[in-house]
């Protein structure tokens, strides 16, 4: 036994936690908006040069004036939230015990630039199914952390937190709330995370679900780093998802990862300093522009949750932070199976491909290939990229079907 399994073992306090953010800081992010110093506008008319001024300085403008902070503290002031020391890092939860009887427990594990604000809209159809159409026996236990470095976690102060470290403070945290079985869901790097946590296999983790999977077969991810041709054979599917993958990176879709992959600290000085600058990159490189700059109640997520997500960041004082953990997992090849070393997964893999998803959409074909012992794969007809937050209830009804033969 290692002095670090001793502590774990020793030291399992689970403290109460409450946010409650003292008003100098939103005093201080409305000074700062106020006092934006903004460059001249873009050259072209569209956002290829990035977050274009009037929609940018609106948005911005309106975070300094009419949103509301508090709103969002009392969102996640309404569920039960935790911390707890794992590994040295204070690692900040949300645990949601269903009312059910013989609910299965499930960690969440969000992404960049996400938080947990995107998993709360999936809470209750997860816990308390019969109020959202489901059956008693789909009930979940929720638990729902904040990556070391993001949020209300604490920021890792040495290297080495990667996917897999986080993937064993994950069991340490389930097993720590009493769960000697359970199941895990992530995407984005949450998704890296659950895979690890698969290939890991501790005892009690009875399958994972993902709906960002890295599946590219071996001759289609080095053709697409080297530039080459597409692999002969593609189906109509796999040569689309090829094409566009390809496009992507070669517009620049993967700049944010190149930066914060390599000088997170650069990043990080300037998003630290600037709400204005922190909102264009992140709604930028995070995808969120789309319902950022739109004003409809009805979008998921609104104008002001993306807010909530952005302040987090913000107040929290996680751009840096949250930016090294791309830095740990620099060698992390994000679009080859191979690489993800999916084939040495055994426990039970279920995998959501959702159609708008801007990033990857998984073929069958590959998704089979790439995981050994998948047990669900379904194409949902809408959501992409962040879908627990776009479509919570599809998203929910996902997760009960793809877990169902594990209960």
């Known amino acids: 036994m290692t002095k670090r399994d001793t502590v774990r073992e020793t030291a399992p306090a689970i403290r109460p936690f409450r946010v409650d953010v003292p008003e100098a800081d939103l005093a201080d992010l409305r000074r700062r908006i106020e006092a934006t110093r903004w460059p001249d506008r873009e ?29 969002a ?40 630039p996400g938080s947990v604000f995107e998993q709360i809209k999936i809470i209750g159809p997860l816990t308390d199914p ?27 102060t040495e290297t080495g937190w990667g996917v897999e470290r986080v993937a064993n403070a994950w069991d340490v945290l389930m097993k720590r709330l009493g769960y000697i079985r359970y199941v895990a869901q992530g995407g984005d790097w949450g998704s890296g995370v659950v895979e690890a946590m698969a290939r890991q296999a501790p005892e009690g983790l009875l399958g994972i679900h993902i709906n960002l999977p890295a599946v590219f077969p071996p001759n289609a991810a080095a053709a697409i780093a080297s530039g080459g041709p ?31 992959s390599s000088r997170p600290q650069a990043v990080g000085y ?27 109640p ?33 060698d992390v090849n994000l679009i080859s199976a191979a690489a993800q070393k999916t084939e040495e997964i055994s426990v039970p893999v279920a995998i959501t491909a959702f159609p708008d998803d801007d990033l990857f959409r998984a073929p069958e074909t590959w998704t089979r290939h790439a995981f050994p012992s998948l047990i669900y794969f ?5 959501g992409g990229h962040f879908a627990a937050w776009e479509e919570p209830q599809l998203f929910s009804d996902e997760i009960r079907a793809a877990f169902q033969s594990l209960r």
Not at 80 to 109: C, K, M, W, Y
Not at 281 to 293: E, M, S
Not at 302 to 328: G, H, I, K, Q
Request: proline fraction near 4%; charged fraction near 20%; charge should be negative.
């Open 230 to 260: 597409a692999p002969a054979g593609l189906s109509e599917q796999e040569r689309a998802e090829f094409d566009s993958i390809r496009t992507f990176i070669q517009n620049g879709g993967w700049a944010y990862l190149t930066m914060m």
């Open 378 to 382: 379904h194409q949902a007809d809408r």
């Open 270 to 296: 300037g998003l630290a300093d600037s709400p204005a600058g922190l909102a264009a990159f992140l709604l930028v490189h995070g995808g969120f522009g789309k319902w950022a700059y739109g004003k409809d």
């Open 43 to 71: 050259t072209v008319s569209d956002r290829s040069q990035g977050a274009q001024l009037a929609e940018l300085d609106e948005l911005v403008r309106y975070w300094g004036t009419d949103y509301d902070w508090r709103k």
């Open 73 to 112: 503290e009392a969102q996640l002031n309404a569920f039960e939230q935790f911390v707890t020391t794992i590994d040295g890092v204070d690692i900040h939860f949300i645990h949601v015990r269903s009312g059910h009887p013989n609910a299965l427990p499930l960690i969440i594990t969000h992404g960049w």
């Open 130 to 156: 019969t109020a959202f159409g489901g059956r008693a026996e789909d009930a979940f236990d929720v638990v729902i952390p904040s990556l070391p470095g993001f949020g209300f976690s604490s920021r890792p």
């Open 298 to 330: 009805q979008q998921s997520p609104t104008r002001d949750e993306v807010l909530d997500n952005l302040s987090l960041y913000w107040l929290t004082d996680t751009a840096a932070s949250a930016a090294r953990f791309y830095w740990e997992n620099r």
